[in-house]
């Protein structure tokens, strides 16, 4: 029936502390546009820096005098606060003051400045002659406090593959972690990467840090990098072997995880050329270790961050199972460390890039007749500056190839299949036929079959692949009939390399299926390394198929 004028509110503590909160402000909606489904839309403060005294917050020096409540006119009002940097608890919930005797709410008539008398808190009136200010109450959000935010490392669940790393160049992703932060943003300060083999530090320039979806490196982790930080030296799984720690120092806000977001981070190596020291064939992995010490004092610990808006520096998981801004390694909840370790690789100081189709013939072409190429594959070599003693070469060694001779029936006999580079057609390399289950074939054979080309690095078909350059291979096979069909179906001819890109694969042979179908070597000069995979994206490679 008037409009009045708010003068006061009292408000104190339902749970924890207010000296949890500082600077107390009340604010409200002035465009009156609260609707339910809004958070907050209050616009003007009426009050602020307001401090809890006696276990109270009054806000009675509201601007302009107070705020005037149109007659008919719902008003939403707020309190905010900051959080204090030295909290007392956990947890901060306000309420009004409606303790016996404490007049929290004071308001006015507008018109003549007569107070509205008598409060009735859910249906209590406070005395006998009557109350004008009705108040209805629920329980204000119990806000949980942290002293600061907690830090949770773990390796992404994106799987990777084995990868051959290539001297003097930027290899792909060795270890991707993944960081989630808890409570607030947390600024990751500090990264230690060890390398579980000894030697890593002669192949291995530095660690290049990328964040998921960018194509720069926000930060490197090298030897020289870790200072006088306390990092491992020796294997950790109670061998006495040393290890190498590359260390990634990120005091300038490199790394900063949101709080309640997870990112991604991948970790790319840049190993050195020969001339600098790396060498073919040495392993090459990365862990993060799991020690539980995150000290900026001394370096010690794998991961070092620090809470962005607490400033305060996380410490190491002290095992009690009680999130207290630590970091948490390994795990992506509370519990003790555990290692994140990536997977194995190896160096090379050459390497096969490419294998792909090189026939002329498009496929669907007759099935030849005779002696004739059925299968050719283009080799490419990787550009590379490893200089020493020469430029390295990748040479093919040995090869066997997968032949599907449906309906199709093949001179097995010594001599009928031929191997030779399209460079010099003119000199071949004999290779056997072989059932699947390894027993050498001899006369007329169809159906699948493996056809092993060996000793090549050895015979006079050259299958040295220069840096950055390419040769094409092609298998001839002799042709006795094109189409043995008794009852009219079709056939087909088509030659495929299969079984050769796993490291796991750790040597050349027909007789076991987990053998590799490819033997290349990593030449330097006299020096040779073996290796029996090649890194590639696709586990079968095809030529052309023919049919008729």
């Not at 109450?137 to 406090?145: D, F």
């Not at 090459?284 to 520096?313: H, L, M, P, Y």
């Not at 290692?339 to 194995?344: A, E």
């Not at 006999?413 to 059932?435: E, P």
Request: charged residues 20%; negative net charge; hydrophobic residues 35%.
């Amino acid at each position: 029936a008037e409009d009045l004028l708010l003068t006061k509110i009292i408000l104190d503590v339902d749970s924890g502390s207010l000296l949890n909160g500082q600077n107390y402000a009340l604010w409200v909606d002035t465009d009156y546009n609260y609707n339910e489904d809004t958070i907050s839309n209050v616009d003007t403060i009426l009050e602020d820096g307001v401090s809890s005294q006696t276990q109270q917050v009054i806000f009675n020096n509201l601007a302009g005098g107070g705020f005037v409540i149109p007659d008919g006119q719902t008003v939403i009002f707020e309190v905010h606060t900051d959080i204090a940097s030295s909290l007392t608890g956990d947890d901060l919930q306000v309420r009004f003051d409606a303790d016996a005797g404490v007049v929290y709410l004071e308001a006015e008539i507008l018109d003549d400045g007569s107070p509205m008398e008598g409060i009735s808190t859910n249906g209590e009136c406070e005395n006998d002659t009557g109350c004008k200010i009705f108040v209805t109450t629920v329980e204000s959000q119990n806000w949980n406090l942290r002293r600061q935010g907690n830090l949770f490392v773990t390796q992404s669940t994106v799987p990777l593959r084995n990868h051959q790393l290539l001297g003097g160049e930027l290899g792909e992703t060795i270890l991707r972690l993944r960081f989630r932060a808890d409570n607030e943003d947390i600024d990751v300060t500090d990264i230690q990467l060890t390398a579980s083999g000894s030697t890593t530090s002669a192949e291995v320039d530095r660690l290049d840090l990328y964040r998921e979806g960018q194509s720069w490196a926000f930060a490197r982790a090298t030897i020289g990098g870790c200072g006088n930080d306390d990092v491992l030296t020796t294997n950790p799984g109670g061998s006495s072997a040393p290890v190498n720690t590359f260390c990634a120092n990120m005091e300038t806000r490199q790394l900063v995880i949101t709080g309640g977001t997870v990112m991604d981070v991948l970790v790319r190596p840049r190993l050195k050329t020969d001339v600098q020291g790396a060498t073919s064939g040495q392993v090459i992995q990365f862990f993060i270790d799991k020690t539980n010490v995150s000290d900026e004092a001394t370096g010690s610990g794998a991961i070092r961050a620090r809470g962005d808006a607490s400033s305060n520096n996380l410490s190491g998981n002290d095992g009690d199972y009680v999130a207290e801004g630590e970091v948490f390694i390994g795990t992506d909840t509370v519990g003790r460390n555990e290692f994140i370790s990536g997977g194995k690789n190896i160096s090379v100081m050459s390497e096969i890039v490419t294998i792909t189709n090189a026939s002329d013939d498009p496929s669907g072409t007759q099935v030849p007749i005779g002696l004739s190429d059925i299968g050719a594959f283009e080799f490419t070599a990787a550009n590379h500056n490893n200089s020493k003693n020469g430029m390295n070469d990748a040479v093919l060694s040995g090869i066997i190839l997968n032949v599907n001779a449906t309906n199709v029936v093949l001179d097995a006999s010594l001599g009928n299949f031929r191997l030779y580079n399209k460079a010099d057609s003119t000199i071949t390399q004999n290779c056997t036929a072989h059932a699947n289950d390894g027993t050498i074939l001899s006369g007329t054979v169809s159906g699948p079959l493996l056809v092993v080309c060996d000793g090549l690095e050895a015979s006079s078909v050259d299958t040295n692949i220069d840096r950055g350059e390419s040769i094409t291979l092609i298998l001839q096979g002799n042709i006795t009939n094109q189409n043995n069909s008794t009852v009219g179906a079709s056939s087909t001819l088509q030659v495929s390399i299969q079984n050769f890109d796993s490291i796991d694969r750790t040597r050349f042979s027909v007789n076991d299926n987990n053998a590799s179908h490819i033997h290349w070597l990593d030449e330097d000069g006299e020096a040779r390394n073996h290796f029996f995979w090649i890194e590639y994206p696709t586990t079968v490679i095809k030529s052309t198929s023919y049919s008729s």
